[in-house]
């Protein structure tokens, strides 16, 4: 029976290569396999009670509502008011707009929750302003990609709560534990920029001299981030204070943006119209990938697929850093096939238990996926980053944009280690 489990996990790769969207290539798969396992019957009945216990669950409420928030924001002009006051304080520095945006990057994915979403709205901002600087495309298309990955990672994120879903963690704690990590790993992009700006001038553009923009007009500039400092504040605030649940969070977040777009006149009946229509389709896909990956590993649970990799993976007998190693390596290797849903969930009904075993804890893999899986957002050959960075700066090649990835990407292989020898860096919020 173990056979057919591995034909399903070949069959689904192959639809997935072939271009299949990956929430049906789910369903086709899981509902094929459970016939065959079963009966028709039971594959209907088993989709059945998918569809109605995932669709039950209150915390996926909140997803709806965390993209309308993201899709209302890229209409308000915030991203562009964020980039405005991280130049100001920063352009003086060498590379220092590339420097601004990565922590205006990392100040648009606290209020979004994606990570395209992040690299396409700062990239047509900032990349056409680096540009304007003599900054080299290299390195400008390099850090927007990278960047944008904060936009998964510091909440409230998408993938976080997928995961929550998935593993039944706590989303709230998820959300908590990902906002020190979001920062250190921002910080460790712009010593990058930094960096390479030092080692190689032609890099890093020209620079403001400090005196070219007034003490004034930075401290007025701040005032720009104060609407993401309100949001965020508040959101987070509230879950870590126990006010209010990530669902209850999500609804508050859209009526603060809703109240911020009415009063600075910012949104308009078009852009709202726009942005719910995007919310549904983007929720309606990912119900799809929710109930068509329960389906799916329900059928490799019954042909015995799950329990022969994890006592394969037992027999090898990991330690833990051989186990982190190891589990690093197959998402960099599964990055270049897969997107970050598909890699979720193959892996993660397959990893979580074994991490368990090794005493990990569940805030704390949650985090580590999530950040190796940023990696194959900017690795070859379906780095969705570099592609969508791609559409703004058409003129770069896209290999000279892998090229431009890859610092960050060791960057980001860093902070793995970090967090690995210190969970603390991940915990320490939440506990």
């Known amino acids: 029976m173990t056979y057919l489990g591995y034909i399903g996990f070949a069959a689904l790769i192959a639809m997935i290569a072939a271009g299949i969207p990956i929430g ?44 309308l ?3 209302l ?19 003086w520095l060498p590379g220092g707009l590339g420097i601004a945006s990565v922590f205006a ?15 396409r709205t700062m990239g047509a901002i900032v990349i056409p302003e680096m540009r304007r600087y003599g900054y080299g495309m290299r390195l400008a298309t390099g850090v927007m990609s990278s960047a944008g990955t904060l936009g998964i990672l510091i909440p409230p994120s998408i993938i976080l709560i997928f995961y929550g879903l998935l593993t039944e963690t706590s989303v709230g704690k998820l959300f908590i534990a990902g906002i020190i990590p979001g920062f250190l790993i921002a910080c460790i992009f712009a010593a990058i920029v930094l960096a390479i700006s030092i080692i190689d001038p032609s890099q890093g553009g020209k620079r403001e001299p400090a005196e070219a ?15 993401v400092l309100a949001i965020f504040a508040s959101i987070f605030g509230g879950l870590y204070l126990g006010v209010f649940t990530p669902t209850e969070s999500a609804v508050f977040g859209v009526v603060a943006v809703l109240i911020y777009g009415a009063l600075t006149r910012s949104l308009t009946v078009e852009a709202i119209r726009a942005s719910l229509a995007d919310a549904a389709l983007v929720t309606a896909m990912l119900f799809l990938i929710i109930v068509g990956g329960m389906l799916f590993t329900r059928f490799l649970a019954q042909t015995g697929f799950t329990a022969s990799i994890v006592q394969l993976i037992v027999s090898l007998d990991l ?4 186990f982190i190693i190891a589990i ?16 979720l969930i193959l892996t993660v009904p397959i990893l979580f238990p074994l991490a368990m075993q090794l005493g990990i804890d569940p805030v704390w893999f949650g ?65």
């Not at 065959?36 to 669709?55: C, K, R």
């Not at 990057?105 to 690299?119: D, I, L």
């Not at 923009?213 to 609407?227: E, G, K, Q």
């Not at 599964?334 to 598909?342: E, K, P, T």
Request: overall charge neutral; proline content about 4%.
């Open 69 to 71: 928030m993201g899709n």
């Open 24 to 67: 049906l290539g789910l369903m086709v798969v899981g509902l094929a396999g459970l016939a065959i396992v079963g009966n028709i019957d039971t594959a209907m009945t088993q989709s059945t009670i998918a569809f109605w216990s995932e669709g039950t669950k209150f915390v996926l409420v909140s997803l709806p509502f965390y993209v």
């Open 73 to 91: 924001i890229y209409h308000t002009g915030i991203a562009r008011n964020l980039f405005k006051t991280a130049s100001n304080w920063l352009g």
């Open 105 to 119: 990057c990392a100040g648009f994915g606290a209020v979004s929750g994606s990570s395209t979403a992040t690299a």
């Open 328 to 343: 690093t390596l197959l998402y960099l290797v599964l990055g270049c096939v897969l997107d970050l849903f598909g890699m």
């Open 213 to 227: 923009v007034s003490w004034r007009d930075r401290i007025d500039s701040l005032a720009y981030i104060l609407p």
């Open 367 to 431: 985090i580590y996926v999530v950040i190796v899986a940023e990696i194959g957002l900017v690795t070859p050959p379906l780095g969705v980053n570099v592609f969508v960075i791609h559409t703004v700066a058409r003129d770069v090649p896209l290999g000279q944009i892998f090229r431009g990835c890859l610092p960050f990407v060791v960057g980001l292989l860093l902070f793995v280690a970090i967090m690995a020898i210190w969970p603390q860096v991940v915990l320490y919020l939440v506990n």
């Open 319 to 322: 330690s833990y850093v051989e």
